[in-house]
């Protein structure tokens, strides 16, 4: 079955203490992203890649690592989380870099607390 | 990155009414696509549309793309329970969906 899988699907953690979510896809897509989604602000987008080695920033950046060493894999990295990283998570990919003609993929979330 | 305005922000219908949700951008776009995210899970690709004055159908579901293609459309004819969910516009920026904030359908039966 086509999808994209995140792990954890939930996450209690405390300040500092670093942690990673991952992602892998199994559909050979070139472009992978990752969103968070806050109540009242939506999805923003946090980083994407447009194939290996080829990571940018999104929207809202700050306080996050990402890393494409594989095609089908795109972690998520909080070195030092604070609470105001709580957040519902979703990594997301598409098989064409701007998108025309495909939608994205969205895994099933990641509910990521800080405290 | 350029948000689209998504509106109502909230709608609350009998089953069997119909529903529209608007997306209006500022600025020209290249296409517009839309998602269903139902409670507790997450987004889902509906359809694409690129071409202005662009009309869709996927069963009881019509989308359409302005003339000027800087406003989009989806209207859902008798809506079912099945129906409930929120849903989201979406513009393609290049490298990135910028999604509009949603709106929130509530189906009573």
């Known amino acids: 079955e086509a999808q994209v899988t995140q792990n954890p699907r939930y996450l209690i953690t405390v300040t500092g203490k670093k942690l990673t979510v991952t992602c892998s896809q199994n559909?050979?897509?070139?472009?992978m992203s990752w969103y968070r989604q806050d109540p009242g602000l939506g999805l923003r987008q946090i980083y994407y890649s447009m194939n290996v080695e080829v990571t940018d920033k999104g929207d809202v950046p700050e306080g996050y690592k990402v890393s494409r060493k594989e095609k089908r894999n795109f972690p998520l990295i909080l070195e030092s989380p604070s609470p105001n990283q709580t957040s519902l998570y979703f990594c997301?990919?598409?098989?064409?870099?701007?998108?025309?003609?495909?939608?994205?993929?969205f895994g099933s979330g990641t509910r990521l607390t800080v405290v | 990155g350029q948000q689209v305005m998504q509106i109502p922000q909230y709608q609350h219908v009998q089953e069997g009414e119909d529903f529209t949700t608007y997306c209006n951008s500022s600025t020209t776009l290249s296409n517009i696509q839309w998602y269903k995210q139902r409670p507790g899970g997450h987004p889902v690709f509906l359809i694409q549309?690129?071409?202005?004055?662009e009309v869709k159908k996927q069963k009881r579901l019509t989308f359409q793309f302005g003339e000027a293609k800087k406003n989009s459309s989806l209207h859902i004819t008798a809506t079912q329970t099945t129906d409930v969910g929120t849903y989201f516009c979406a513009r393609d920026s290049g490298y990135a969906l910028n999604f509009g904030k949603g709106t929130s359908l509530l189906v009573t039966p």
């Open positions: 559909m050979n897509h070139e472009y």
């Open positions: 997301a990919s598409s098989p064409a870099v701007q998108g025309v003609g495909y939608g994205y993929t």
């Open positions: 549309l690129v071409k202005s004055g």
